[in-house]
């Protein structure tokens, strides 16, 4: 079974300070795939990220980085310089390889950045 | 602009009714999904589709059913038999079926039964 755990469930920042969110999963498959996406108060889920299991490099994405670890099996999600528009609910995914159809979400996690 | 549209945003019905939601997507998708988002958790798969005329079972689709007749659409439909159907849905497509592929979402409809 796999199981994706969002240990943080609200976070409150004021602008400028970097947020990390943590992400841990579990899996028995050797292929999987990772995702964050937002959700912003609209409610639409927008794609930020997907890494595969064999690609453990860290990206940077504007003031966006993900850090992805194999060995602790997490996949954490910094904001650098937090803005309120940042402000949002921040959810970790997990799929397996390529038939399995299903992305299983954390509970995911609230970020509220105040000015 | 090419995306995903569901409609209506807010749904209001009396327990016992069956209700239709509308999910279309214009990005020639061939895979979509209905998800279910309640408060303050993540999201759960209620059914999907990898093609024109298939489609599976998620994790909660009992009193729920689908039908994906034309490649654009995927409707859901609440029935009767749903026991909590108060809920956020999530329409959501990807290229294709499979792991690999990350999804793209509509922005939702928030059903209200009572």
């Known amino acids: 079974a796999q199981k994706v755990t969002q240990a943080q469930t609200e976070i409150s920042v004021v602008e400028k300070e970097d947020v990390t969110l943590d992400c841990v999963y579990e899996?028995?498959?050797?292929?999987?795939?990772l995702f964050w996406y937002k959700q912003p108060p609209s409610g639409e889920l927008v794609f930020l990220i997907r890494?595969?299991?064999?690609?453990?490099q860290n990206e940077i994405s504007g003031r966006y980085s993900w850090n992805f670890q194999k060995s602790t099996s997490s996949f954490n999600f910094t904001i650098t310089a937090s803005q309120v528009v940042d402000s949002a609910v921040y959810f970790c995914?997990?799929?397996?390889?390529?038939?399995?159809?299903?992305?299983?979400f954390g509970a995911g996690t609230t970020v509220t950045v105040r000015a | 602009d090419g995306g995903i549209t569901q409609s209506p945003k807010y749904l209001f019905r009396k327990e016992g009714q069956n209700v239709t939601l509308s999910c279309e997507q214009n990005?020639?998708?061939?895979?979509m999904y209905w998800y279910r988002q309640d408060p303050g958790q993540g999201l759960r798969l209620i059914y999907y589709?990898?093609?024109?005329?298939?489609?599976q079972k998620g994790d909660i689709a009992e009193g729920y059913s689908v039908s994906r007749e034309k490649k654009e659409s995927f409707p859901l439909t609440v029935t009767s038999a749903q026991k909590n159907p108060t809920a956020f849905y999530l329409c959501?497509?990807?290229?294709?079926?499979?792991?690999?592929?990350?999804?793209?979402f509509g922005p939702g409809t928030r059903l209200t039964v009572t």
């Open positions: 959501a497509s990807s290229i294709s079926a499979g792991g690999a592929y990350e999804q793209y």
């Open positions: 899996t028995r498959d050797t292929t999987y795939y």
């Open positions: 890494r595969n299991s064999f690609d453990e």
């Open positions: 995914a997990l799929s397996g390889g390529s038939n399995d159809y299903k992305l299983s």
């Open positions: 990005l020639n998708h061939d895979a």
């Open positions: 589709s990898q093609i024109v005329n298939d489609f």
